[in-house]
């Protein structure tokens, strides 16, 4: 089980520096690359950013909770 979060929190760990990267920053960022210079007329941030945002989110989670449960079975190991 601690072999599969480990797995899981470095690829959560990878995918999270390419979403950050990929997020848009003072000077438009690599999305608008992707698409991201579409803006919609309603919202006012495109559809590939706020998608981006989501993955971002949930990739965040899944990072977190990994660490939490390699925390948990450390300390019920030791």
């Known amino acids: 089980m601690i072999l599969a979060l480990s797995i899981v929190l470095i690829l959560a760990s990878l995918l999270l520096i390419v979403l950050v990267l990929l997020h848009r920053g003072k000077g438009g960022g690599l999305s608008s690359m992707l698409g991201g210079s579409f ?3 309603l ?4 559809v590939v950013e706020r998608n981006l945002d989501r ?3 949930i990739a965040g989670a899944v990072w977190a909770i990994s660490i939490i449960g390699l925390a948990l079975l450390y300390k019920n190991q030791a």
């Open 39 to 41: 803006y919609s007329s």
């Open 43 to 46: 919202s006012g941030s495109s």
């Open 55 to 57: 993955l971002t989110v």
